[in-house]
């Protein structure tokens, strides 16, 4: 029986890559549902090309568009948010969770719901409702594989280990495109220099992440939320050459380093072969010619973001999904040339100020509808806080 399998944002970088594997080996997999937003001539291709049940884009104004181009294919096509958390609600055995932003969370939700193992590369869901996505798994009978490389990077190396025994996780950053400039210049870094990521070829947003490092920041608090360890025992390092993806240390001194080119086909194909290990197309390294690995400690004046997601833990509940939100909407801001690269980390504080003075909103139950609240109010105050610096 071929496995079944649904690609959410399938045609950004995550979403290309799974793609990528999964052709080479087409008999292999049936697609039910595959999903994009704005770029409906690629969803269309690879829908055809997968021969996909369905495709869907978010935006809705762009369902004639697809239907025009899905014409006599025999795949269906729908588009915005319910038909998102319906074509996960569709069974499959393997969801890939690769849309960026909060946006990803309900139809990943909904993907546990059906029981499927959901391969998790929106960070964001277990930042905005962590302990809501792991319940949910618990109760529908459903597995979360990690495919964030760093957290796949832990996956791997806690294999066959006990928790117990682990003292603490080190995640590794590159440091991104600004890792060795000058901190007066970080002011005047441009879109372009930003989006110049030195190692890894990833989708824009990401690529800015790094550089501000909130992408670690996020990183830190998924650690946190997906293997249930105490924030202090989480560190963060920088290695430039982006090959170690991660280490463990245990309770006997031993620290395991997860070492890998920097190509997320590694990661995606770890968690679409999950229990086995099979051969995947990325390069093997060859550490002779590298030479040596170099480390060095992160600076908080350099990435506040770093310091804002200790925060974020300390303070818990629904701040997550405050954060998560103002770092969205604070991207916007920078990507739209309404805020310089260092006030992203200002707009974002500033957003948790004013929402943790309101003490009802981040203590408030988790459940969809109020992350869903939350994520709209830190939006507000973040896009307030970017007009009072423009
Ligand atoms: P991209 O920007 O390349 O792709 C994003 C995908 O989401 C596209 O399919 C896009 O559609 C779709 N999309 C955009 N907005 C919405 C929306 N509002 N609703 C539904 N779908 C939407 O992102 P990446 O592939 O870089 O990242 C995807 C996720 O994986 C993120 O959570 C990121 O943090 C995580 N990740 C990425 C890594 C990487 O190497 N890129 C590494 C580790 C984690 P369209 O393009 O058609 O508009
Ligand atoms: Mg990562």
Redesign the pocket.
């Known amino acids: 029986m071929p496995r079944r399998v649904s690609i959410?944002?399938?045609?950004?970088?995550?979403?290309q890559n799974t793609i990528d594997l999964i052709r080479r080996d087409p008999e292999r997999y049936r697609v039910v549902a595959l999903?994009?937003?704005?770029?409906?001539a690629?969803?269309a291709a690879d829908a055809r090309a997968l021969n996909a049940e369905i495709a869907v884009?978010?935006e809705e104004r762009l369902l004639p568009e697809l239907r025009a181009a899905l014409a006599g294919s025999g795949v269906t096509a729908a588009a915005g948010?319910g038909a998102?958390e319906e074509a996960a609600a569709r069974p499959a055995d393997w969801v890939m969770s690769?849309?960026?932003?909060a946006?990803?969370l309900a139809p990943g939700i909904a993907a546990l719901r059906q029981g499927a193992t959901l391969a998790l590369?929106?960070?964001?869901s277990l930042v905005c409702a962590g302990a809501l996505m792991l319940e949910t798994a618990r109760t529908h009978g459903a597995r979360i594989l990690p495919?964030?490389?760093e957290h796949s990077a832990v996956f791997q190396a806690l294999q066959g280990e006990d928790m117990a025994a682990v003292e603490r996780i080190i995640l590794t950053a590159s440091g991104g495109a600004f890792r060795d400039w000058p901190l007066e210049r970080l002011a005047e870094a441009t879109l372009e220099q930003a989006t110049d990521h030195p190692n890894?070829?990833?989708?824009?947003?990401?690529t800015i992440?790094s550089a501000s490092m909130f992408?670690k920041a996020?990183e830190v608090i998924e650690t946190r939320e997906f293997f249930s360890i105490d924030p202090e025992r989480i560190e963060v390092l920088v290695h430039p050459q982006s090959m170690i993806h991660a280490l463990v240390g245990f309770n006997d001194g031993a620290l395991m380093a997860h070492v890998g080119p920097p190509d997320?086909r590694h990661a995606i194909g770890y968690a679409l072969h999950h229990p086995q290990r099979e051969k995947l197309p990325v390069e093997r390294l060859d550490l002779a010619r590298i030479g040596c690995f170099e480390f060095r400690a992160p600076d908080d004046a350099r990435w506040p973001a770093l310091r804002l997601a200790r925060e974020v833990m300390a303070e818990g509940g629904l701040c997550g999904a405050a954060f998560n939100a103002a770092k969205e909407t604070a991207l916007d801001g920078f990507i739209s040339g309404a805020l310089r690269f260092t006030e992203m980390a200002e707009v974002v504080e500033r957003t948790l100020d004013v929402l943790s003075r309101q003490g009802g909103v981040i203590g408030a139950a988790m459940t969809l509808d109020n992350v869903a609240h939350v994520d709209h109010l830190a939006r507000q105050v973040a896009r307030a806080a970017t007009q009072e610096r423009t």
């Open positions: 959410f944002g399938a045609t950004g970088s995550i979403g999903t994009g937003a704005r770029n409906i690629q969803l884009t978010a948010q998102l690769a849309i960026i932003g946006a990803g590369a929106n960070k964001e495919v964030d490389s890894w070829d990833m989708g824009q947003r990401i992440d992408n996020m997320m």
